[in-house]
């Protein structure tokens, strides 16, 4: 059974800083926000509370997940709080690969994000974190897209997959914890000159529809 471990801080990442030492690259496995060690004794620069006159920090919780056969078990301090049944062939099992692990719904506490078996068009499922329970539940919100999205640095989210010969990519903001689609964008080739590509961009009415806002040629 394969185990990897980060760190889960329970103060929000906006009252959090990171600092950083140079690890061995045989010690880590980097994956897309976050590194997961392969040690079940995590970095001890992997995070720091940051503190204020005002403000305790508990001690952060050590969020684990390892590969159970078909199931993918999430574990806090070492105690399996979710149990998630994967529809993996037995002869190519998951591995960390086809986990993400980050703050997908912006609350400050990390999110997992499981893909379907092959990565087909880049969907899965979302299970963000409840703190009321320290346990993981399905993301109503998330999972409406159903596809793996970036967390942007400016707290938008974006997913990226192929139309045909058309990449497109949706952009989204969190709003009264409801996942809205705000801007859609369709590169695709110039059928007469394949130097060129087009980018037609969509923005979102008030019913949630897109509409053609303006199209790029480069």
């Not at 950083?20 to 060690?37: L, Q």
């Not at 591995?95 to 899965?124: A, K, Q, R």
């Not at 997913?159 to 705000?182: C, H, M, Q, S």
Request: hydrophobic share 30%; proline share 7%; aromatic share 14%.
């Amino acid at each position: 059974m394969k185990k990897y471990t980060i760190l889960m801080s329970f103060l929000p990442v906006l009252l959090c800083s990171c600092s950083s030492k140079n690890v061995n690259t045989e010690e880590h496995v980097d994956a897309r926000n976050f590194k997961v060690y392969n040690s079940t004794t995590p970095s001890p620069d992997a995070i720091t509370p940051l503190l204020t006159e005002t403000t305790t920090a508990p001690p952060p919780k050590r969020l684990s997940y390892a590969f159970t056969g078909n199931e993918l078990e999430l574990l806090l301090d070492e105690q399996v709080v979710k149990t998630i049944d994967l529809q993996f062939p037995a002869e190519d099992p998951p591995t960390e690969n086809d986990v993400v692990i980050s703050d997908f719904d912006l609350d400050g506490y990390y999110d997992v994000f499981v893909y379907y078996y092959g990565h087909p068009d880049n969907l899965g499922d979302y299970y963000t974190f409840d703190p009321s329970s320290e346990t993981f539940k399905e993301s109503e919100s998330l999972n409406e897209v159903g596809r793996f999205m970036v967390v942007n640095p400016d707290n938008t989210l974006s997913a990226t997959y192929p139309v045909g010969n058309i990449e497109r990519t949706v952009l989204y903001k969190w709003e009264d914890k409801k996942l809205k689609a705000f801007e859609k964008r369709e590169v695709y080739p110039d059928i007469f000159d394949n130097t060129k590509t087009h980018t037609d961009v969509y923005k979102y009415n008030k019913f949630d529809q897109p509409y053609l806002d303006e199209t790029i040629i480069e």
